[in-house]
């Protein structure tokens, strides 16, 4: 069966799915953004689960619960600051969505919402950040088992409107 890619927008603190990514940094402790945002939504059991991780490299994700978020799990995943080596950075965005797919299959879960990645703080551009999530997303859904919603939570119309772009541009819906 094929998963379904939407976009919405929404705060992501407030959706009733399995798990949510969060938008984290290397040291997993929290921060502004997104990030903030589901620490206070989540409140303080989320930031003592996470001192627990060891940190988090780039490119990768690690989980926690949900605490006392709708969502049942957390998974953080730290996208790259924009900058530099700009193919290196693309891949280790679509790191973030490969790594969250595989650790959400791992969970067993049937609905996950993304954040637009490294979009805030890391300044990674919209647009390409959009056309990276949708193509690591539709590879990485090819070979899935339990997912069948993957929501886009976009916190901005005009971040929707790049994520609806790059799924048009490559094909309808999922
Ligand atoms: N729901 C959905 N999306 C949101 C929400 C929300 N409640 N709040 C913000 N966004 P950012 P980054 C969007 O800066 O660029 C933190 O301090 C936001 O509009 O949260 O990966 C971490 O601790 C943007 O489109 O994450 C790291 O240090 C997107 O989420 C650093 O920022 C990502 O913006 C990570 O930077």
Known sequence: ???????????????????IVNAANKQLKGGGGVDGAIHRAAGPGL????????GCETGDAKVTGGHDLPASW?????GPVWGGDKDEKDRLLA???????????????????????????????????????VGALREALKGCDSL?????????EESAAHHRAALDDTGSGG
């Open 148 to 156: 069948r919603r993957v929501i886009l939570c976009c916190y901005s």
């Open 74 to 78: 957390v998974i953080h995943a730290v």
């Open 1 to 19: 069966m094929k998963t379904e890619i939407e976009v919405i927008v929404a705060d992501i603190t407030t959706l009733e799915v399995d798990a």
């Open 47 to 54: 930031l003592e689960e996470s001192k627990r991780l060891n």
């Open 95 to 133: 790191s973030c969505y490969r790594v969250a797919v595989e650790k959400a299959e791992g969970l067993n879960c049937e609905s996950l919402a993304f954040p637009a990645i490294s979009t805030g703080v890391y300044g990674f551009p919209p647009d390409r950040a959009a056309r990276v999530a």
